[in-house]
């Protein structure tokens, strides 16, 4: 190959490490502005998770591209070996954050509602009027759902706890709180306490409730967390019980 062919292909990938960089951080502004628009009420969170496949696709089409590039310029002059080298960090990222998404919501059964009693699972009453049309409802889903969860959370069962009912709501509160829960109902008297949780990126809200009645001398602590839109948690409503859990009895300890 000829000098004049060999300048031709370094300045191709020059062209090309730029495009793939480009194109790799658009797919990662894309990717952040799937959760912000939902936020916003731009769209919804649907149309976000669409936006998160595209970007996983420009992503990985911006990771070739940047390869390309690089290989074609033979990372000459450093600029291009930089322009090539962020396309393809920023392209790998945009691919695996979504692609470990995915792993997550297959590892875990397509549920939203888990609860220690699915017998008798606490009910939600202060939450109800927050949520919107089209949210799940806050009932509990019922059997089926409860024999997914047996199978999937067998650690996720009743509290029955020595301290009397008082001293197991106040834990119960503590360890809301610590869990930067918003409470948004505590009744002592009647032992219910509602709190809900707002994730970081898409803002999605999931409404957790404890019930706390006396048990002889001791007390019995039931909690159910459910989320108000989607089909499956990706495991973090089981997530958050048994966080809930740990932090209780170590309130009580």
Request: avoid cysteine; charged fraction near 20%; proline fraction near 4%.
């Amino acid at each position: 190959m000829n000098t004049g062919q060999t300048k031709g292909l370094v300045k191709i990938g020059g062209r090309l490490a730029l495009l793939g960089m480009i194109a790799a951080l658009a797919s990662a502004l894309a990717m952040a502005a799937s959760g912000f628009g939902y936020r916003l009420d731009l769209w919804h969170f649907r149309t976000g998770f669409t936006i998160i496949r595209w970007s996983f696709w420009i992503g990985a089409g911006a990771v070739a591209v940047s390869l390309l590039g690089l290989i074609l310029s033979k990372g000459k002059p450093p600029r291009v070996l930089a322009v090539a080298l962020m396309g393809i960090a920023v392209g790998v990222a945009t691919v695996y954050i979504p692609w470990s998404w995915k792993r997550a919501l297959d590892a875990h059964p397509y549920i939203h509602d888990i609860t220690t009693d699915i017998l008798n699972p606490p009910a939600f009453v202060a939450v109800k009027a927050l949520r919107k049309e089209g949210d799940n409802p806050a009932e509990y889903d019922g059997p089926e759902v409860a024999a997914q969860q047996r199978e999937a959370y067998p650690e996720i069962v009743t509290q029955i706890v020595a301290a009397d009912k008082n001293k197991a709501f106040a834990a119960v509160e503590d360890a809301l709180r610590s869990m930067n829960m918003e409470i948004v109902a505590a009744d002592a008297a009647a032992g219910r306490i509602e709190a809900t949780h707002t994730s970081l990126f898409y803002g999605f809200k999931d409404d957790i409730v404890v019930r706390v009645e006396a048990e002889g001398s001791g007390a019995r602590v039931d909690v159910r967390s459910k989320s108000r839109v989607g089909r499956s948690d990706v495991g973090q409503n089981a997530k958050r019980i048994r966080t809930f859990i740990r932090k209780f009895r170590a309130n009580l300890a």
